[in-house]
C-alpha cells in the first residue's frame, strides 16, 4: 500500500520510486527506457504507456492502481454522474455504452 502523501506530493510514480530509494538514471536503465522519459512520466507532462507502467508496478512492487490512484480516482467521478442517469432510467442502458 502506498502511503498518503498525495497532498503533499501529487506524483505517485515519484513516491513509489522514493520509497524503493532508486534514482531516475538507474530506474531509466533497468527499463531500457531514458532518464527524461522517466522525468516526464513523473512531472505529468506524459503519461507512460501500459507496457511501461506495468514495467514501473513491477519495479516498484506496487500494482498499476497504486501508480495512478488519483487519476483513478477522478475518472471515477467523471464516469459517476453517467452510471447515476442509467440507473435512474434517464438513459437507456443501450445507449450508456456509446457515452
Request: glycine share 6%; aromatic share 10%.
Amino acid at each position: 500500500m502506498m502511503p498518503n502523501l498525495e497532498n503533499k506530493y501529487p506524483n505517485w510514480l515519484w513516491i513509489a520510486r522514493k520509497n524503493k530509494g532508486l534514482k531516475q538514471k538507474s530506474v531509466a536503465q533497468r527499463l531500457g527506457a531514458n532518464d527524461t522519459h522517466l522525468s516526464r512520466y513523473e512531472s505529468g507532462l506524459v503519461s507512460p504507456n501500459l507496457y511501461m507502467a506495468l514495467k514501473l508496478s513491477i519495479l516498484y512492487g506496487v500494482t498499476v492502481d497504486d501508480l495512478y490512484k488519483p487519476l483513478i480516482e477522478r475518472l471515477k467521478q467523471e464516469i459517476a454522474p453517467v452510471e447515476h442517469a442509467v440507473h435512474r432510467g434517464g438513459i437507456p442502458a443501450s445507449r450508456a455504452f456509446y457515452l
